[in-house]
């Protein structure tokens, strides 16, 4: 069975600093993992989908990670700003079937 | 393109009311899915679908009932509601690639209240 842990649950950063988000997951066996961001009152955008085949993926100032045989994902967020703060999830799925686990988040602020 | 369109966006039911939150997309995606979202319990999977007319239990799938008729279309009913079912609920869509399902994408979501 697939857990989905993230780390830590709050984080509070100024602006401008470079931030790590932590997800860890029990089962390994995983074709890839998600990233997501959920505003306040709004539902979830992925952000970032890692194969299993690749260790890394970027999309502007997000840089995802995926470590399989330790069990952990790190999002990346460089150079942080006002407009980044929101709730960051984590998915990975549930062995071969069609369950995405999710982590509970990391609710990020970023002061100005 | 519309992408994942839920309604209703609000509802409140008395106890053992029923009621069908629909969930529609027309990205032609294989995989469908419908979470809930409770404070300090995070997302957790109820049921799931990987084509027309097959469905699946998730983690919490206890009161709902689901079908698939159609790919585009995945209603989740509550057949007599509860106040434990009192949350914001989430569907969710993905291409089902050769690698396994890809990006998720959700609906804005249904917040209920069951009095």
């Known amino acids: 069975k697939q857990e989905v842990t993230q780390i830590p649950a709050a984080l509070s950063v100024p602006e401008g600093e470079n931030l790590v988000l932590n997800c860890s997951f029990t089962d390994s066996a995983i074709y890839n993992l998600q990233w997501f961001r959920q505003d306040p009152g709004k539902g979830l955008t992925s952000l970032l989908l890692?194969?299993?085949?690749?260790r890394e993926q970027t999309s502007g100032r997000l840089n995802a990670s995926l470590d399989k045989s330790s069990g952990r994902s790190t999002l990346y967020i460089a150079a942080s700003q006002p407009g980044d703060s929101a709730t960051y999830l984590c998915?990975?799925?549930?062995?071969?079937?069609?369950?995405?686990?999710f982590g509970q988040g990391t609710t990020l602020q970023v002061k100005p | 393109n519309a992408g994942v369109t839920q309604t209703p966006k609000f509802q409140v039911l008395k106890t053992g009311q029923s009621m069908t939150l629909q969930c529609a997309q027309d990205m032609n995606h294989e995989y469908m899915s419908w979470y809930r979202q409770d404070p300090g319990m995070g997302l957790r999977l109820i049921h799931y679908?990987?084509?027309?007319?097959?469905?699946d239990q998730g983690e919490v799938p206890n009161g709902y009932n689901v079908s698939r008729s159609t790919t585009e279309d995945f209603p989740l009913r509550l057949l007599s509601a509860a106040p434990s079912q009192t949350s914001v609920y989430f569907c969710?869509?993905?291409?089902?690639?050769?690698?396994?399902?890809?990006?998720?994408?959700f609906g804005s979501g249904t917040q209920l209240s069951v009095l």
């Open positions: 890692i194969q299993s085949s690749q």
């Open positions: 969710a869509s993905s291409y089902s690639g050769n690698r396994g399902y890809e990006k998720l994408f």
């Open positions: 679908s990987v084509g027309a007319g097959i469905t």
């Open positions: 998915a990975a799925p549930s062995g071969n079937t069609g369950k995405l686990i």
